[in-house]
């Protein structure tokens, strides 16, 4: 079995002023043939510097180098399979990037009047009715930045329909099993936040919410599938509890990448959703940006969505700012258009039946990388997941090798960690998303390393312990190098 993990050319990186030599230049002009005049004669002396700049001076292969060099330690799901779970770090189909890097779009200025933004009206207004089609929510609003940034528009939302009725509600119940932004979104608005245990099973139990839930609970705020990777099959009967007294149904929907064409939230009692764009709906988002978190709701919230929603008019596409009790503008001009034009792009290139199948796919590699690993390591919750599937160090602490190590051996196999130590809820977690992009080559020469790993843990456990051995640098102190980061590795 062949692993990606090579010791060969592996370039270190002075910093660019470290490549410095004095009169070296990037480029060559002819020589001036206009009289030379002092800076001082025409720039204010107050704005010129004392002290030469000490720009660094390259040539334009030196920059060349550098930046490229700089480029390939940055590692990215074009160079390599990418199992971080809950990030879906999944490949984006080219096609998507293509299509909208017309200038048309890519320079249309956001103030723009709309007769001459038509074509950038129509695909937000026709990617909400997509979105509306596939979630079976009543109404979509696309601008929030992000998935947390969807779920504050939510849950200022459950605020503002409980404020329009005149009642003073305080809690949201959030399980443990839900995403740590859920209790960040709602303590941003000034809610209680009740944590709700999960049960052995790793889902919600109705009964545990039929005793926690009263008059004084705004809502539930959930993930589903859950942070286990697992289905909330009692979702429904647990969102009839909570509306019967009144409550709301927040659903956290960045794993919606598990559910397209096979379940619809909108049929599940759902009241409030975001979708996270550039998750399912493929914009590359490392080192945090750029995304789409749109937020779309029941019926019964549609006048508090943000403004301004694009709507049709005869065959004109306009902006329309009439929803009665909107939580306002949350977001500068109409959101991020480009991550909305991908998300778009894909929907179109892969159709209903196209949707259905990313879904199935993700399960099924999941749900494969489950069984192969299965004996090898510790399975908590060893159940049919969804499209992320959770192991722990269980087995190999027996040893002393723990999820760190085991995540560090890996980049000697030349694969990028899963996600580690996350949920919370389980010890040692190591939370792996294959993701439907991948093939099954490459999950089993993942799944390969992986077993290797657990090998050595118990024939060669000094390995894993002072791994990694053959990457640029080895392991770092991760509290100085977050502390204290040092800029450049030349001594
Ligand atoms: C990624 C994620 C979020 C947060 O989304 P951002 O776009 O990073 O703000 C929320 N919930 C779940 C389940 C996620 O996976």
Redesign the pocket.
Known sequence: MQFPGTTGFNFNEPLIFDRSKNGKTGCSLPEIDLPQVEPESVIPKELLRDKDSNLPEVSELDVVRHYVRLSQWNYCVDAGFYPLG??TMKYNPKVNEAIFSDKGFTELHPLAPEDFSQGALQVIYELGEYLKEISGMYDVALSPF????G?LAGMMIVKAYFQSRGENRKKILIPDSA?G?NPASSAMCGFEVVKVGTADGGILAPETIARMMNEDVAAIML?NPN?LGLFEKNIKEVGDIVHSKGGLVYC?G??LNALMGIVKPGNLGINLLQF?L??TFSTPHGGGGP?G?GLAVSRNLAEFLPVPSVIKKGKKYIFDYRRKKSIGRISAFWGNFLVMARAYAYIRSLGPDGLRRVSELAVLNANYARAKLRGHYDIPYDTACMHEVILSDKKQKEKGIITMDIAKRLMDYGFHPPTIYFPLIVPGAMMIEPTETESKQTLDSFINAMIAIAKEAIENPGLGKSAPHITRLKRLDETKAAREPALTCVK
């Open positions: 809950s990030c992000a998935g947390a940034h779920e995403h932004t993930t942070t956290d960045a794993n996270n550039h998750k995304g978190g």
